[in-house]
């Protein structure tokens, strides 16, 4: 079951509201981007980061330099993960809506220092952007290890809100000659685009060609 | 062109940076949601959310009791709007990557008081959403406009970063025989889903159908 704190428990559309462990995996299992927000002098920041989940910890990563990853260190974070599956048209515009699902996750990322559980978080963030290529790129040298910062935050404080299916119309609004319903919203994956100077005869492996 | 604040100028990868307002334009008018960052109780909180633009105007809107409209309403925010358009597959795990575009917002949100201004934002709003719907669904009634919080969000304080094409490897890397390039990320409109209770003999329009 997912946790509810007065900041995630949902004040509005409750029956929108996830309540498992794994409605939050399937929607931070399926993202490549989360939106992490901190505080920077007291004013939001919210900026698309790279992340990746193993268990029940989400891993950040990024340069040691930028500055939202600096922020983020230690102090409370607020990391959103949102897919857009399609445009509620409903009768009126009032009811207009989205068919989404999202992730709100809440709490305090910690830098990770071992070299191992660093390796691991890295691990996890490959394989989620590029599931395979951890175990057919070049690994990190321990100049790029010490280059890249990597937070784990855990997935205790979280909530998962979903919306599907058609417009919830006004009574009054189902006898208007309007039409209403779902147009959805698909991502693909296209065909992969080889790096121009790469060399005749390096075949596209299936672990990217074949992704789902 | 964009104005550079000091929260505005990128501390890293400047050459991503986009510079001029058109920009900043397309990368608003191509998104669904926005991922609308604020500050309750000195701590983040990042809730996506629907937009709009008309000039240099983001509207935000959403139940008169949302928790993040009403922290927004006034104060300092953040608003974050991204595509992410491929996966960079390099040579080495450190210099994987996203192709993405992505604007970020700062500044604070005024509640529209007016009924011509709060409609002018929700036209804006639906607009964005479902291109040809204001025109064609039932517009707002008063009670439903007393019962909608819209924002207008200057555009005055904007960033823009995109990054694009093939992976920057390390100049070693390139002898290494590991494919690289680029997976891209499409979404794509599917077939309209008509409401179960949609009766018999009213089409779809061709705004909606048609739309690219």
Redesign the interface.
């Known amino acids: 079951m997912l946790s509810t704190t007065p900041?995630t428990r949902l004040?509005?559309e409750k029956q929108r509201a996830g309540t498992d462990r794994q409605d939050l995996y399937d929607v931070l299992d399926t993202g490549?981007?989360c939106?992490?927000?901190?505080?920077?002098d007291?004013?939001?920041?919210?900026?698309?980061t790279?992340y990746g989940r193993a268990g029940d910890t989400l891993y950040l990563h990024g340069?040691t330099?930028?500055?939202s990853l600096r922020a983020a260190a230690g102090a409370?974070?607020?990391?959103?993960v949102?897919h857009?599956d399609?445009?509620v048209?409903?009768?009126?515009?009032?009811h207009?809506s989205?068919n989404?699902r999202?992730a709100?996750i809440?709490g305090r990322p910690e830098p990770l220092t071992g070299e191992e559980e660093r390796l691991e978080g890295?691990r996890a963030l490959?394989e989620q952007?590029?599931p395979g290529?951890?175990d057919?790129?070049?690994?990190?040298?321990p100049k790029?290890l010490a280059a890249?910062a990597v937070l784990a935050l855990s997935l205790e404080e979280a909530s998962v809100k979903i919306r599907r299916g058609?417009?919830q119309d006004d009574e009054a609004?189902?006898e208007?000659?309007?039409?209403?319903?779902?147009?959805?919203?698909?991502?693909?994956?296209?065909?992969?685009?080889?790096?121009?100077?790469?060399p005749e005869g390096?075949?596209?492996?299936v672990h990217?060609s074949g992704?789902e």
């Open positions: 900041r004040g509005r490549l981007f939106h992490l927000g901190v505080v920077v007291g004013c939001p920041m919210v900026v698309p790279g340069s330099g930028a500055r409370e974070v607020c990391v959103t949102t857009v399609g445009i048209l409903a009768r009126s515009v009032f207009h989205v989404y999202s709100i809440y890295l490959t952007l590029a290529q951890w057919y790129a070049r690994r990190p040298s790029e890249t058609p417009p609004d189902y208007l000659p309007v039409w209403a319903g779902v147009l959805p919203l698909r991502t693909a994956w296209g065909a992969p685009v080889p790096d121009p100077v790469l390096i075949d596209v492996p990217i992704r």
